[in-house]
């Protein structure tokens, strides 16, 4: 942990890349702050202080919500996600949503041979929707991929029982566009 | 190149930076009551299962 807290504290090139950002924040990463909330403390308090902010979506939110076994759980966890702002879902997202859902698909599914999940798929709206000053954090790297997207930062932490590799993510408009022209044909 | 998918369109307002120390506690103690609930209804799985699929 130390370590992970050494090279976001002293990077200056971390630093810059957070200035004046706003951090999304994925439900993998919430649920790994629940379970092993001590070794990613350092990690979430260095996103805090040098970032303008975390926050999810609403679609970050309900899947984070299905841990809730009953009502009291679920206004706990409620209540734990309202210290994070949430994006609202608004025409713009869905229309980028709209637009990127395909492409996204496109690259994962010649790649990976799978489908994307609408959850991610919102996720890389929203940060298409709030570019440049949004950028997104998720341990599930594969789930995203560098044909749409940069992975800007990278960093690991070790629970004993597995390792989580972070990324920090954000839109790239010249990736989108070839695939756009891929898929498209235009 | 011009490119229609930079939209530009989303603002972001300034919003108070989260309080970690008060969020962590919330988040332990929320586990903490997950944890008894587990406990106490042995077909309720196990609270590391839920994480899996997430």
């Known amino acids: 942990m130390k370590t992970i807290k050494k090279i976001l504290i002293d990077s200056i090139s971390m630093k810059d890349l957070l200035l004046n950002k706003y951090v999304l924040i994925d439900t993998c990463f919430l649920s790994a702050l629940q379970k092993y909330p001590s070794r990613f403390e350092d990690l979430l308090a260095n996103l805090n202080e040098h970032s303008e902010g975390l926050c999810v979506n609403p679609l970050i939110r309900l899947e984070y919500l299905r841990i809730a076994k009953n009502a009291e759980e679920k206004s706990r966890i409620e209540n734990s996600l309202d210290k994070f702002p949430t994006l609202p879902l608004e025409g713009n997202v869905l229309e980028e949503v709209e637009r990127i859902y395909p492409l996204y698909n496109l690259c994962q599914s010649i790649r990976n041979n799978k489908q994307v999940s609408l959850v991610d798929a919102y996720a890389v709206a929203y940060l298409n929707t709030y570019t440049p000053r949004l950028l997104f954090l998720t341990f599930d790297n594969g789930d995203f991929p560098l044909e749409i997207l940069d992975r800007i930062s990278t960093g690991a932490i070790d629970v004993k029982t597995q390792i989580f590799t972070w990324g920090l993510y954000q839109i790239n408009h010249e990736k989108l566009a070839k695939l756009k022209k891929i898929y498209t044909g235009i | ?54």
Do not use: C
């Open chain 2, 1 to 54: 190149m011009k490119n229609t998918y930079a939209t530009n369109t989303g603002t972001l307002p300034k919003w108070n930076k989260l309080d970690i120390h008060s969020f962590l506690r919330e988040l332990k103690e929320t586990k903490r009551i997950m944890d008894e609930n587990d406990k106490k209804d042995p077909y309720r799985f196990d609270i590391n299962e839920r994480f899996v699929a997430q």
